[in-house]
């Protein structure tokens, strides 16, 4: 593994740990301020929003990682085109794991897709959506900024040669 291909690997692990954590505090934010809840049907169970949240969480991470390992660094932009495909696949793919589990879970397929409505006029999964487009465009800022290519910064001592 190349240094810039390390480099993009650790970014877009930290990338996806903010991203889950803004998720987290965004649905709570969202929940707090329109009074709603992240999942509206008890009936579903409890795993459901984690599970949800989880592959989100999961598809923006492996979106991070293709665009950062294979692009090298002189030919990294700053790609929204990328990010926004991100966040749309991001909201598609909340609202479909949410009928696929409840659907799962019931067998009741006219249940899924009642449930499937409800949350894509749901403002969590616009929310996962919007995060994950601005989390996924901020890598690719970075990325393009070159800012791991040069190794860490150096104190004026540190510096041989000079």
């Not at 509206?40 to 599970?51: F, I, K, S, Y």
């Not at 085109?81 to 966040?87: E, F, I, N, Q």
């Not at 991001?90 to 899924?112: I, K, P, Q, R």
């Amino acid at each position: 593994m190349r240094d810039y291909q390390k480099y993009a690997t650790i970014v877009a692990v930290f990338a996806t740990v903010l991203f889950a954590a803004l998720l987290v505090a965004a649905f709570g934010m969202v929940s707090l301020v329109t009074n709603l809840d992240v999942i509206a049907d008890r009936e579903v169970g409890t795993l459901v929003g984690p599970t949800m949240s989880a592959a989100v969480v999961l598809l923006v991470f492996v979106m991070m990682l293709l665009l950062g390992v294979n692009t090298p660094p002189e030919k990294q932009r700053v790609a929204v085109g990328w990010s926004l495909a991100t966040g749309a696949g991001a909201f598609v793919l909340y609202v479909v794991t949410g009928v696929v589990l409840v659907g799962a879970s019931d067998g009741d397929a006219v249940g899924a897709m009642l449930f499937g409505g409800a949350m894509v006029v749901n403002p969590f999964a616009l929310t996962a959506g919007i995060l994950a487009f601005v989390v996924t465009l901020v890598y690719s800022i970075l990325l393009a900024s070159h800012y791991g290519e040069n190794g860490r910064p150096l104190w004026p001592w540190e510096r041989r040669g000079e």
